[in-house]
């Protein structure tokens, strides 16, 4: 069992689905449960609901670690395609504050932990979900860097996106992240903090692996 947490657009993704790949593992992208809530949330203008209601919109929600994906339904239908944008980040960072919703979803997450082994990325991993991972490492990079990563990504999914509005929405997206009460995004007191900014997403991976060999 390996976390991965941190900021967005610091790699995380990239990293555990190629870690899961070279080992054969499952990988749990954390994030995309809290996108498609937020997108059904969206969906359903439900945004302002009581958590009551919100939790049984996450009843509607599942995942299925598929080796080095991750397979994530609404109602049964898979809306993998729909979560990409960065709206869906934007609704998934607001509907992660509430505390029912963060209960009704961490079940499903620990329900993820399936043989030969899971990676897993996200904000709270190491931290809450698998407080007793074995390897748990906290990857961040600059904001600038952060940004034009995530400007790339969205490229290459054909989706639009601007530097300067990118950049103000992470930051304003790990200050919500980051200050909420529950849960917030922060290192475990046992993880290993990488900075990946002068980095290549392969060369993080190397730098666990070799870390990791003795687990692994
Ligand atoms: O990793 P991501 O950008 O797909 O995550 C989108 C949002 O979901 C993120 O801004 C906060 C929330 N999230 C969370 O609260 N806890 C997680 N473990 C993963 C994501």
């Given at each position: 069992m390996v976390t991965i947490d941190g900021p967005g657009g610091a790699g995380k993704g990239t990293v555990a689905a190629g870690l899961a790949r070279r080992l054969g593992w499952h990988w749990l992208d954390s994030g995309s449960l809290y996108r498609a809530l937020g997108w059904l949330a969206a969906r359903e203008k439900l945004?302002?609901?009581?958590d009551e209601t919100l939790a049984d919109l996450a009843s509607r929600i599942n995942v299925v670690p598929a080796g080095p994906d991750t397979h994530v339904t609404a109602d049964g239908q898979d809306i993998r395609e729909w979560l990409r944008e960065e709206k869906a980040g934007e609704w998934a960072s607001q509907i992660a504050v509430r505390p029912q919703v963060r209960k009704q979803l961490l079940p499903l997450q620990q329900a993820c932990r399936i043989p030969p082994g899971l990676i897993t990325d996200g904000r709270d991993m190491g931290t809450v979900v698998f407080p007793d991972a074995v390897l748990k490492v906290y990857l961040t990079a600059s904001p600038k860097s952060r940004a034009e990563r995530r400007l790339k990504q969205l490229n290459a999914l054909g989706v639009h996106g601007n530097l300067t509005d990118l950049t103000r929405e992470i930051a304003a997206r790990d200050e919500r992240d980051r200050t909420r009460a529950l849960s917030p995004l922060s290192p475990a007191p046992d993880a290993w903090v990488i900075d990946s900014t002068h980095l290549s997403a392969e060369q993080v991976i190397e730098q666990i692996w070799e870390a990791g060999r003795c687990f692994f």
């Open positions: 945004f302002e609901a009581p």
